[in-house]
């Protein structure tokens, strides 16, 4: 018999009926428990922050088992408002994940301009949430628009922008300096040529 057949052998126990039945009480307290921290084993692993480059993106979520024994959890994604979609609207899989072992799920999202938070919650294959903190997380989703081949092209142009303004304040300074230099020669000269023609 496993530790948890026994346990529940003993929260059913005959023993315990009646009024006054503190034993009863403390077993199934216990029991409550011991279901709490096996659930608190399983825990789902998902950005805080996802930022879209386009209205349509993929982003993974995971579900780790600390447990010994393999699981089947559905995995739901809702989101706070109809301007973004996971899948065709919203999101559910179920999923078996083997001892210490931790699948990853890609959620497909589409959604307009703006920031959307997605409640990512795991349920039983009978559909009851799991009621621990680890099973449930909010990630929130920003929508850009600018797509990575658009972002790259901006950052090309803005490169070849900041080269053509070095390029000119290096020629401007260059003609600065070349008009300065050029006027000491000509005082020179002239002052040679009044030297030559005094002499003479």
Known sequence: MSALDAAAAVTESAAW???????GWLALTQLSDFFTSQEGLVRVIASKKVLLAGTTGTTP???HNGLKVPIQVLVE?????????????SFQRLLTVDPGMTPT???????LLGTTDVRIQLFTRNGTPLTVPTASATMSVEVTRFGRTLLVTLA???GVLVLTTIVRLRRKRRAAGEHDGGGEPDEAKTESRAHAGGAG
């Open 17 to 23: 009926r009646g009024d006054g039945s503190y034993g």
């Open 61 to 63: 979520v995971s579900v």
């Open 77 to 89: 994604a809702t989101p706070a408002n109809s301007a973004l979609k996971v899948g065709s609207g």
């Open 105 to 111: 799920v890609p959620l497909k999202m589409s959604s």
């Open 156 to 158: 090309g142009v803005i």
